[in-house]
């Protein structure tokens, strides 16, 4: 079985601060990872998506995940952040094979000017 | 420009009746979605087709239904036996193999 968690449903940072938005998977085989951001009665965005290259992900808007998979965790990054990153964010995961996607509950980052 | 066509953004509608949402894609993509989604609960899986001509349920099948006539529309009807259908609903496609999804805009059904 497959299944994503997002550790704190609502993260406050300040303009200029370190991002730091948690995901931690359970997959029986190392999955396909994605996280997606979502702004307000919007769809949803690609970020950026781990498939097994590189275990450090460079996505848009400058954010970036690391795979650790001694830790099963693909936490989002971004060094600085902008007021237009308030947003929800949806931590992803797809096993080899598997039919659809399962995602996290979701994060909602607000940025304090 | 390519991409995922949910209509309409905002739907209204009486207790009891069903309602259509439509879903078109023109990105040549073979798997269609739709997802409900609530505050605090994220995304939740109604149905999935792969091709045409079929499709599956997801965990929240019951009170939905679908057809896949076509590869570029996948709607989705909300039934009078949904017994809670105000939500905001997702559609997505995406490519076979082990791709992210491509997601409309939503469509957010309010049911009165």
């Known amino acids: 079985a497959q299944s994503v968690t997002q550790l704190g449903s609502h993260v406050s940072v300040s303009e200029g601060a370190l991002v730091l938005l948690r995901c931690n998977y359970s997959s029986s085989v190392p999955p396909y990872l994605f996280w997606y951001v979502q702004y307000p009665n919007q769809g949803l965005q690609l970020l950026l998506k781990y498939t097994s290259a590189a275990t450090l992900v460079k996505g848009i808007n400058g954010f970036e995940a690391e795979f650790k998979k001694s830790e099963t965790s693909f936490h989002l990054t971004k060094p600085s952040a902008h007021m237009s990153d308030a947003a929800e964010y949806f931590c992803?995961?797809?096993?080899?094979?598997?039919?659809?996607?399962?995602f996290g509950t979701g994060t909602r980052l607000t940025v304090i000017p | 420009d390519g991409g995922i066509t949910q209509s309409p953004k905002y739907l209204f509608r009486k207790e009891g009746q069903n309602v259509t949402l439509s879903c078109e894609q023109n990105l040549n993509h073979d798997a269609m979605y739709w997802y409900r989604q609530d505050p605090g609960q994220g995304l939740r899986l109604i149905y999935y087709?792969?091709?045409?001509?079929?499709?599956q349920k997801g965990d929240i099948a019951e009170g939905y239904s679908v057809s896949r006539e076509k590869k570029e529309s996948f709607p989705l009807t909300v039934t009078s036996a949904q017994k809670n259908p105000t939500a905001f609903y997702l559609c997505a496609s995406s490519i076979k193999g082990n791709y992210g999804y491509t997601f409309g805009s939503g469509t957010r059904l309010t049911v009165v």
């Open positions: 087709s792969q091709i045409v001509n079929d499709f």
């Open positions: 992803a995961v797809r096993q080899t094979g598997a039919n659809n996607l399962f």
